[in-house]
Each structure stands twice: as C-alpha cells, then as structure tokens.
C-alpha cells in the first residue's frame, strides 16, 4: 500500500522557469510534509517542511503548498536553475503514537533543468 | 559537527557472507533510523532507535538483519547469510525531536552489492 506517490518519474524544465513537482498521499494521520532532494552517490538532503495545519510555507526559491481536502502537496522551485537537477523526494511524517516519527517516501521524481 | 556520518560508502560481498555497516549520527540527536533504497523507489523505514532502545522495526527486517545502538550512540546494522535481494542502498539519519520541522539528517549511505 503505497501511503504517499509521486505519479510524475520526470519532469525537464528550462533554466529559469518554474519547477513543479507533485506528490499525493492517503493517510490523514500523517502531520507534516518533507521535500528531499537527492544527488547520485548521495543521502537525502532536506529542502522544506510544512505542518498539516498550514496550507503553505516558503524558504527562497522553495515553496511547498498542501492542500489537506485533496491530500496533495507540492513543491515550486522559481527560477530553477541547472544545479537543481537531481531526484525529489517527498515524504510523510506521522508524529504521533506509534509511528515514532518515521518518514514514508514517495517513488521520487527525477528533474532535469535545461540551460 | 559534520553531520551524520556512514561507514563504509560502498561494500561488495558474496552471497552468503555477513556484512556490517555503522552510522555515527548528529551527536545531539537521540532519534535514529535506518532506510534501505532500492533502484527506482523511494527510502524503505527498516528500524528506529531512541537513544539504545530500539524501539521499532520494519517487516522488511528479517530475522537475518540485526541493528543496535550501544549507549545511544552510533549504531550498526548487520546482514547474516547475505542474498543478492539485500542488494541495496542503506541510509542512516537521525533526528533531535521525531517532529517534521528538523528535517531529519540523512547519511550518505552504504551501497550493497551481493555477488
């Protein structure tokens, strides 16, 4: 059962123009949401962050929106610049009870920014 | 501090033979957890410590996988009787709260390879 999917494998932007990526989830349960971006050869790194009880939250060129009726979030990169290249990773935090704040990964989304 | 800290970076064994991996996490981070990531997908929640107690672990973790944390600090992971299914990319992060707002610290993980 997969809790939280990034239906889109790829997305190729052109340097300077918007990066959007999408991520959708299931479990209601789940009280924040993680964007990582991941490098070959790497570790995650942590991006951005946003709590279930906000619709949007914004650190540079990085903003996350949720839109907790839909269970969808996503990611805006403006401008996207070709360092932005690599794989994006969202995840889902329950913070609550039993789930002792494990992450669950979407598939991850590959971008490729063009100069 | 320079983060969370994995060893080693690349281990190519025999189907058969045991393998060790360690994680030296953030050194104010009680929460530790270990990931496993496969070609294509996202990471995989194997096994959470805070401080020694190992306090969850993934049905993904067979009875061959063993993790611990002495004196909550680094942790280890070990494979018994490795298949070449356990082929994979293993990542350790830790965390300070198990809240969504610190973003969890990502090693640079082990990459497996059973031959």
């Known amino acids: 059962d997969q809790q939280v999917k990034q239906n889109s494998p790829s997305l190729s932007v052109q340097e300077g123009r918007i990066s959007i990526l999408n991520c959708d989830y299931t479990?209601?349960?789940?009280?924040?949401f993680l964007w990582y971006k991941k490098y070959p050869a790497e570790g995650p790194t942590f991006l951005i962050s946003?709590?279930?009880?906000?619709d949007k939250n914004e650190d540079g060129r990085f903003t996350v929106f949720l839109n907790k009726s839909a269970k969808h979030l996503s990611l805006h990169i403006v401008p996207s610049q070709p360092g932005d290249s690599a794989v994006y990773f969202c995840a889902a935090l329950d913070a609550g009870g039993t789930s002792y704040g494990k992450l669950t990964f979407g598939q991850g989304t590959i971008l490729t920014v063009h100069p | 501090d320079t983060g969370v800290s994995q060893d080693p970076r690349h281990k190519i064994t025999k189907r058969g033979q045991n393998v060790t991996f360690r994680c030296d996490p953030i050194s104010e981070h009680n929460r530790l957890y270990w990931y496993r990531q496969t070609l294509g997908q996202g990471p995989e929640f194997l096994t959470y410590f805070q401080n020694e107690a190992q306090l969850e672990k993934s049905r993904l973790l067979s009875d061959r996988f063993s993790a611990e944390r002495p004196k909550g600090s680094f942790s280890t992971l070990e494979i018994q009787r490795t298949e070449q299914g356990d082929s994979a990319m293993y990542l350790c992060?830790?965390?300070?709260?198990?809240?969504?707002?610190?973003?969890?610290?990502f090693g640079s993980g082990t990459r497996l390879t059973v031959v």
């Open positions: 946003i709590s279930s009880i906000k």
């Open positions: 992060a830790s965390s300070l709260s198990g809240q969504g707002e610190d973003g969890y610290t």
């Open positions: 479990n209601s349960m789940f009280d924040y």
